[in-house]
């Protein structure tokens, strides 16, 4: 496609996809209103507005692979780049982030992010009473709530080394260790 023909190009959502938005929607919703708006500078709050934005940064992930529709990996490309643009006008007004780039110990929501990242995986293995997880499953989980991967893989290296989790031989699972 050309660049004129790229514009007029407008991804679909697929039926299969629109539930998962509202659902995806709806989970930062009810996060944000958890002990009100901003709470310790909690990136979560969502708004309609920022939906729409979440809708349109999907459509135009979608464009960039010159595809027809809108994939559930563009919705959570587009949450996370909604949440890391939220997160760095706060840190940057609150001088928050060093030189070092050590973003693995920086607060976030009261919590320092490691334990945010193990709180969504213990949150979803316990209400899906289950103990083994797919790693796929946990990093859209985690990406969708604002978080890196370079975050996620901090997480699990230090929880496997506290023999809390446990990573299967190829990489694809998560187990919970029941000792925790």
């Not at 790229?6 to 539930?19: L, M, S, T, Y």
């Not at 997160?87 to 070092?100: I, K, V």
């Amino acid at each position: 496609l050309t660049q004129p023909q790229n514009r007029r190009h407008q991804p679909f959502v697929p039926k299969d996809v629109a539930p998962y938005i509202v659902e995806a929607y709806v989970g930062l919703r009810s996060q944000g209103s958890e002990g009100g708006p901003q709470k310790n500078g909690d990136q979560t709050v969502m708004t309609a507005r920022q939906l729409l934005s979440i809708l349109r940064l999907s459509q135009g992930l979608a464009r960039l692979r010159f595809s027809d529709y809108v994939a559930r990996e563009d919705v959570d490309e587009a949450i996370r780049l909604t949440h890391m643009s939220k997160s760095s006008l706060t840190d940057h007004d609150q001088g928050e982030g060093d030189a070092s780039g050590s973003s693995s110990k920086r607060k976030w929501g009261g919590e320092d992010v490691t334990s945010r990242i193990f709180n969504i995986i213990r949150d979803y293995s316990t209400s899906s009473r289950t103990l083994r997880i797919e790693l796929k499953l946990v990093e859209a989980m985690v990406l969708r709530k604002g978080f890196t991967e370079q975050q996620l893989k901090q997480c699990l290296e230090e929880y496997q080394s506290l023999d809390i989790i446990q990573m299967n031989s190829t990489g694809t699972h998560i187990d919970l260790l029941s000792g925790e």
